[in-house]
């Protein structure tokens, strides 16, 4: 077996199925050669799982050895059984390892409400090789999928050392602190704070920026591991890599959102701060209006003009320096000629449209958020699903 | 002709097609007998049109002698031409009625971003009938139509009084202020004052409380005239048939929501207060996982948990204290067994349906919102339309 995309040196996976609901893979453990430096960021949500409150306990000394996840079920909602069985499955996996069940992160996706077939769980955990067996990325990124149609990889190289990342999520996804499932692995030698600050800064302009369907999930779990094999790089040459793996599995999750035909990036600037200037971008990528209207390729700025005046006041934004961008077209105020309106709907029907707006504010806030048009497809693929 | 549902005492109105887009009606006067008492809430958008503009200032001094509406054109985003041109529809109509263009009232529907044909208008305006021929609140609703599938009036006495309304909307549908278009004339004797404070309370519970798709328009208006012919009344009798006429117009809006097949109604209680009762509220009502599950008759209650979750922290709703229902049928905690899950099932197939959350907060704050389903049809219809 020759992986297309090997996890960074000091990382070994185990990728299987131990039958959570079908026979797909739905079993995948990534653990460093020895506990090293780690960083989470987890959903707010009042009703986040079991998975979440015992990755955010143990990922607070910034330490961690392991990550295992168990898809095609979310253990959310499932009250304390739900918490016991989340301990017991860090438990198992730290058995397996030889190490401390507090350094194995855990993340669970899938149905909401329904305890785990703990039996097959079981039967998984006794069953897990030593070592790992194995080193290639693309698979622990198919292991984590639910509705994904493709699996999420990207890596970025920071001096001699590399990072790698994967994630998983078509819907539910507003991630308010972190998003969907997304798993980073880095062989940099880096402080653990170090590297809490700048994944917190990085998530902030990525996974954060992203929204198919303004839900945020109960599962949301981003984490990085850096198991230091490659030695110490420059940190902004580390912070740029992790930044690059994370934007590009930003724009994927938004490609592949539920129903998605088109990616939809949305860049706001002129705005009075980078709060502003994300707002209105989200208030525009959200809309269903909006996102209709560029899943049938209509260049209807009407629509955006609509989403930026419900997201800001009079007080703040003049509605007469506002300007109105599909690609480099400008839309509003001036007026399009019929041969522009011909272009404007040739590059409307392509799979990425981007939307700038420049509100005039005088000042220099800026943001760009991503994600997708909404389709029939959503609406069947939702109405469609099963509890 | 004999309307089935008369305006109140002292409104007389016109409603007529001037050839905005279609043949069908799309200019429409309501005039009191006389200059009378009125109110107006309007959206907050910074993209407000000239009509809200106009509107906002026309009612301010709580005198008002007639509404004019245009539909199939909203003359929003249309610079300073589509003021003057709002102004000139004030001035038109005063001159038509013999009073000041101040004492008009201004409304418009429709296609964003397109100036009025104005030669059309002023002949509409030239041919204005003196008096107002009719007394048909019927006609009136069916005037102010875009793309609503049915007309929403509704009526409601106060002792001697009559209160009688009327409202479009079916897409663009979150009112921050007030909403989409209603007008409401009643004959009852009201201070401006008094007509203003009761106005905005029952819109906060009835318009500000529904929700299409998230959507703000930048036309929002909802208007009171009260033209005082039927002497005065008990002011709680007033505010409750005031309060009845925009709930049922509340829930017609709803009902009639773009690609709509049921009506949603969802319930908070248990909140710490008004304030977040109504937000959590809007959040399942709004998230398009749980329209979709409501399309699909699936009583999908993990969704309705997350809604929950991604609208409250941890600090502020423990899950454990949490109950949802649909219907009157508790689905967390309490598990539903199979024979509870098809009474479930049938219930979500009808063309109503309620979820009701206690957020065990200890707190006594409640709210009730209304909303639809999301369909295959609402993206149809928003996908296809064009600019």
Redesign the interface.
Known sequence: MNPSLPLPLGFRAHVTNVGVKDTTDDFTVVAADAVCSAAGVF??????GPSVLVSRRHVADGRARAMVVVSKN?N??T?PQGLADAEELAAGVAAALGCDASDVLVASTG???RAYPMDRIRAGLRAIPSPLPGTDAGAVARGIMTTDTVPKTASAAAGAARVVGVAKGV??I?P?MATMIAMLFTDALVEAADLDAMFRRVVDRTFNCVSV??????SDTAVVLASGAAGQVDAAALEAALYDVCASLTRQIARDGEGATKLLEVAVDGAADARQAKHVAKAIV????VK??V??A??????V??????S???D?????KVVIRFGRQEV??AAVDDAGLDALAAYMRGDEVRIHVSLGTGGTGAATVWGCD???G???I??????
Chains 1, 2 share one sequence.
Do not use: C
Request: charged content about 20%; glycine content about 10%.
């Open positions: 959903t707010r949500s009042s009703f986040a979310a959310v909602a009250g149905v909401i409400g819907g539910m507003e308010d369907d303004t839900d945020t999930s109960t959200n809309s269903p209006l209709t209207a899943h049938g209509d260049p209807n700025w009407g629509r003009a609509m989403a930026v005046g419900k800001t006041t009079a703040a934004v003049d509605q007469a509003y105020p909404l389709s029939d959503y609406v069947r939702n109405a469609d699903y099963t509890t």
